[in-house]
């Protein structure tokens, strides 16, 4: 199985392409992959480049398709924009190749002239209140992988409690609420796979409650997101009046700020809405209460979450009161942030969980360059931002990488093949973006054999297993 095809050259005399390793192929590493192909040297013919785009995954789009929910209404957006780019034939993509584990960092060195990483950050950041190791309180991150059908996590998920806390008041937060208090018949327009749809389906759920720290004009939801919320079936929205307390700073965002001023009234409008609550299931908005503690039973089970109301300090910052409430719950999600993993041989920084880094170029703890490494998106500053953040990150990234060229060590062995026969070498299963054609085609064939609430064949079923993906990728499986 080759993959040496799609390099992206323009002939500059007496030169090779400038080759460049791109580790993560997410949005923040396609991004990344993409600029390179089309900076003010390549343009002019002053460069050549040649870009290969690698990822753990056997598939590409990375958090778009392992970390957002799959009735995101933005998602099917997004991948097509970056399937346009991967589409091109001018990155060659390897799938199921781990950095450390099947080429290192010297290695990539060997072949490369430089390498950008772009692995982002997918582990939840811890919330830091007694009680948050109970059973049945969970990090955001590890039930969106479950949902997300991703290949490294259990298969099953311990869907039975009744009455569910998420802690968060970000999209992540809004996306868990909203599946778990959706009926599992209304995911079925999704690509769910059948192993999450029959999880969803057995979930006795009557209410989940979303807590946020600050008011109603500090939440972190787009308002495409907020919206969302009133189209499920049989879910009531529920908020509650002692929530709108409004400060300087309040006032001020909801004047100036977009929005703030769209999501407020959409707020409003659940507030004055005063048709009877009568459906089976009930998604609750609290605002102004910070967890406390997690309590427990004597099994070691989560009984309840106690909540501390906050008042707004005048700058939208908040202050605990010290009145507390009780909520019986048997679940606790907590959504609030992400964080990076170390890579092997990068240093790191635990606290912010991001390579240390300049602008993108990856430094030493004294601030000393490491030759030829890069970093962007999230591993590069922190899990914040949306798409056009990344977009910036990268450019960043991308224009110090070029400016560094003619400083750049040559690589051993950059001719393209050569790190194709490395991987054959070792004897690992990568894949390609003809593989993900492959897949993605399969996916679909098994939608159409599958069939919604309503009994039509569904678009897609997200394949989970690890094995499946690499066989039906690399031509293993009939079509």
């Excluded at 979930?203 to 939440?219: L, N, Y």
Aim: with cysteine; hydrophobic share 35%.
């Amino acid at each position: 199985m080759c993959a040496s095809k799609g390099i992206t050259t323009v002939t500059t005399p007496n030169s090779r392409p400038l080759r460049v390793a791109v580790i993560g192929a997410g949005p923040a590493g396609i991004y990344a992959a993409d600029m390179i192909t089309k900076t003010e040297a390549v343009r002019e013919g002053e460069l050549e480049v040649s870009v290969d785009l690698f990822d753990r995954y056997p598939t590409p789009f990375g958090l778009i398709r392992y970390g957002v929910a799959p009735d995101h209404p933005r998602i099917k957006g997004i991948i097509t924009a970056l399937r346009s780019i991967l589409g091109r034939g001018d990155i060659r993509f390897f799938g199921n190749v781990e950095y450390g584990r099947d080429i290192t960092l010297g290695e990539f060195l060997t072949h490369y002239d430089a390498v950008i990483f772009a692995t982002g950050a997918v582990n939840d950041a811890p919330l830091d209140i007694p009680g948050a190791d109970l059973d049945g309180s969970y990090g955001a991150a590890r039930f969106v992988a479950w949902y997300d059908g991703h290949p490294d996590y259990p298969r099953t998920w311990p869907l039975t409690a009744k009455e569910i806390a998420v802690i968060g008041n970000g999209n992540v937060a809004l996306d868990v609420a909203r599946v778990l208090s959706k009926h599992a018949e209304d995911m079925l327009v999704t690509e769910i796979p059948g192993n999450v749809y029959q999880g969803l389906r057995e979930s006795p759920v009557t209410d989940v409650h979303i807590f946020g720290r600050r008011g109603p004009a500090q939440i972190k939801f787009t308002p495409l997101e907020l919206r969302e919320l009133a189209k499920s079936r049989d879910v009531d929205i529920v908020v509650y009046d002692e929530d709108f307390q409004f400060d300087e700073a309040s006032e001020k965002a909801m004047v100036e700020n977009n929005q703030t001023k769209v999501m407020m009234k959409t707020l409003q409008k659940w507030r004055e809405d005063e048709t009877p609550k009568t459906a089976s299931r009930r998604l609750h908005l609290h605002f102004l209460q910070t967890p406390d503690e997690i309590l427990g039973d004597e099994d070691g089970k989560v009984r309840a979450i106690r909540m501390e109301r906050t008042r707004l300090n005048g700058d939208a910052s908040v202050t605990g009161t010290g009145e507390y409430t009780e909520y019986p719950v048997q679940a606790v999600y907590h959504a609030i942030g992400y964080l990076g993993s170390p890579l092997p041989e990068l240093p790191f920084d635990p606290e912010r969980g991001v390579i240390l880094n300049e602008e993108g170029r990856v430094v030493e703890a004294d601030g000393t360059p490491v030759p030829g490494v890069y970093a962007t998106g999230w591993i590069k500053r922190g899990p914040v931002g949306l798409i056009g953040a990344t977009k910036s990150d990268a450019l960043e990234t991308v224009t110090h990488l070029v400016e560094d060229r003619a400083s750049l060590a040559d690589p051993d062995r950059p001719e393209p093949q050569a790190v194709v026969e490395l991987l054959e070498d070792k004897g690992v299963q990568y894949t390609t973006w003809d593989g993900w054609l492959a897949l993605d085609e399969y996916e679909q064939s098994l939608g159409q054999s599958s069939h919604d609430a309503e009994g039509n064949p569904r678009e897609r079923v997200k394949v989970v297993e690890r094995d499946e993906m690499i066989s039906v990728s690399r031509g293993a499986v009939q079509q």
